[in-house]
């Protein structure tokens, strides 16, 4: 079993190949929304803190897990808790990964999808006659495209396609690459429209916006906000981070490597909050809907601006960029289960559960609005939760990923021994002088924030 596993080439290959986990639609398309929803700069703030205080230690105990067993989140939990408190019952917090992971990819690549769709439509120049926000809510977005089952259907079988070829060839000739291709030019693209963003007049205003804070404008519901999407956004709770640190060698410093992928994520996703909000404040569109933002707003600003095809066509490529690095991580989670666990090659996991993700994928893709049953479902009757694509993310975002991350840290803050995670911080990185600020931010401060979570979901309240 161990020869078939796969290894990144070096330290620089794993770094590039989680931060493009990390980086995706949670950067580029939610964080701006909810940003915007919760009035910038505390809830900015917030945000900071909750990357540095749960954040940064979930992630390090994630990979810790993953380097320490050299195994997937189902193998690695029965690994390591053989003769601990709670014994294999711990595999289960391994088998709820995998289950996330395909729940979140299911609905996860209709989105991305829509990334070719735009792609297409600003190189046709059709983006190019939107005349307000509402219109393209109307029109391309709402009334066309998302009740549009073919096209739905199609650009969703695409973006797996291509998720599904990554995972097949393997960690180093297929993530691996992908991502030391795809984040460069990402990162390229990104300072190309941040630096036509500083042009603009709405700049000052944006940077106003997101880095002056205003408490007053602060709500509990915020504070969980932030915290839920600093989880979903770094790819923790689920096992991703794992089993990308199963793949690395006892060279990596897995602190530093937890902070600079960390740190990458949250710059990302401040750069895009300033070229997004930059270009809306310089115009005198109005936002009518946050949560469309990326697809409407800012298609219609970049109509008026000349050249607009061009820096429509490169933003939206840039964000299947990003977004196909992170299906790829969604993906190999429930791969390398097939292959730590079943012993099935590479290429029949990565074939198998790509197909069957796809297929029920379909039916988020078409609840949208394609199909009136699948979109008429909804299990709590909120409107961010209707249809099948909704339930998803709803059993996704609350409460698969923070019972996973509870349970992560508990596990590695309760269950394995202080010494144990200490040697392995120490591998690669010499004294850990953090280990007790980390092990308090594990023990307690990580267990308690993602706890409060789990307990105002089950009250009812709606952080998402
Ligand atoms: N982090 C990605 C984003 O921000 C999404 C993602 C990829 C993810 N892998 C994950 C989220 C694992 C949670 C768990 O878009």
């Not at 050249?307 to 939206?316: H, K, L, P, V, W």
Request: a neutral charge; glycine letters at 10%.
């Amino acid at each position: 079993m161990a020869e078939s596993r796969g290894q990144w080439s070096g330290k620089l290959g794993f770094i590039l190949a989680a931060t493009g986990s990390a980086i995706g639609l949670g950067n580029l398309w939610k964080f701006p929304y909810i940003t915007h929803e919760n009035n910038g700069g505390a809830f900015v703030l917030v945000y900071i803190g909750m990357v540095l205080l749960v954040g940064v230690p979930i992630m390090v105990a994630e990979i810790l897990v993953g380097r320490r067993t050299q195994l997937s989140p189902v193998g690695a939990f029965s690994h390591l808790s053989q003769g601990k408190p709670g014994g294999k019952a711990w595999s289960s917090v391994g088998f709820l990964g995998v289950l996330a992971g395909f729940t979140i990819l299911s609905y996860y690549s209709v989105v991305a999808g829509w990334t070719i769709h735009y792609t297409y439509l600003s190189f046709s120049g059709e983006l190019s006659h939107l005349a307000s926000d509402a219109h393209a809510l109307q029109t391309y977005f709402g009334g066309e495209f998302l009740t549009n089952g073919q096209q739905q259907v199609m650009y969703h079988l695409m973006f797996m396609g291509l998720t599904t070829g990554a995972v097949y060839f393997g960690v180093q000739k297929g993530i691996e690459r992908v991502a030391k291709i795809l984040l460069p030019l990402l990162l390229l693209i990104l300072l190309v429209l941040l630096v036509y963003s500083s042009t603009t007049s709405g700049f000052g205003e944006a940077l106003r916006f997101l880095f002056v804070p205003d408490f007053s404008t602060l709500t509990t519901g915020s504070v969980l906000e932030a915290l839920g999407h600093a989880f979903f956004t770094l790819s923790l709770g689920m096992g991703a981070m794992l089993t990308y640190g199963s793949y690395i060698s006892k060279d990596v410093s897995i602190p530093r490597a937890a902070f600079q992928i960390s740190l990458l994520d949250t710059l990302i996703a401040l750069i895009a909050c300033v070229i997004m909000f930059s270009i809306i404040n310089s115009s005198d569109i109005e936002v009518s809907k946050s949560s469309t933002i990326l697809f409407t707003t800012i298609p219609t600003v970049f109509a008026q601006l000349p050249a607009s095809g061009f820096f429509n066509a490169i933003f939206y490529l840039l964000i299947g960029f990003a977004a196909l690095t992170s299906t790829i991580s969604l993906l190999e989670v429930v791969s390398s289960y097939a292959i730590d666990e079943l012993s099935w090659s590479r290429p029949r996991a990565s074939l198998t559960m790509g197909a069957v993700i796809a297929s029920f994928g379909v039916l988020n893709a078409l609840s949208l609005g394609g199909n009136a049953t699948l979109s008429s479902i909804n299990l709590v009757g909120r409107e961010s939760t209707a249809g099948v694509f909704g339930t998803m993310d709803y059993l996704a975002s609350n409460w698969f990923l923070p019972v996973g991350g509870f349970m992560i840290a508990l596990f590695v803050g309760w269950v394995l021994g202080a010494r144990d995670t200490l040697d392995e911080l120490q591998k690669g990185h010499g004294d850990f002088s953090w280990f007790k600020l980390w092990r308090v931010l594990i023990k307690f401060v990580a267990p308690l924030a993602v706890g409060a979570i789990i307990v105002s979901v089950i009250l009812g309240r709606e952080y998402q």
